[in-house]
Nanobody, 125 residues
């Protein structure tokens, strides 16, 4: 199970840090990721880490502003969001996958079966 937290209301240009705590060890997962879904839009991959490739991925709209990180000792991974924009407003979900797949699936929601409950991020202009 995944427990996401850290959402809230922030002004444009502000920062938030989302947290996702897993019931098991993060080392058990081949992919860990953050997704978001704005009203009327499809769920979008925001950032992920692939254990197989050892790489971190970001969707282009957040690259340079958002940072994904992890604390294996706490079974928790994070999404640090800086320079937030109104278009970042969405429900943010964390997700993990245990079974290894090509890293090309890292930002693809179809690769994930374990999801957190979502946390609302609202950025006011």
């Amino acid at each position: 199970q995944l427990q996401a937290s850290g959402g809230g209301l922030v002004q444009a240009g502000g920062s938030l840090r989302l947290s996702c705590t897993a019931s098991g060890s993060l080392l058990d997962y081949s992919l860990i990721a953050w997704f978001r879904q704005a009203p009327g839009k499809e769920r979008e991959g925001v950032s992920c880490v692939s254990r197989g490739s050892g790489s971190t991925y970001y969707t282009s709209s957040v690259r340079g502003r958002f940072t994904i990180s992890r604390d294996n000792a706490k079974n928790t991974f994070y999404l640090q969001m800086n320079s937030l924009k109104p278009e970042d407003t969405a429900v943010y979900f964390c997700a993990v996958r245990a079974v290894r797949v090509p890293s090309s699936y890292c930002l693809n929601s179809i690769a994930y079966v374990n999801w957190g409950q979502g946390t609302q991020v609202t950025v006011s202009s």
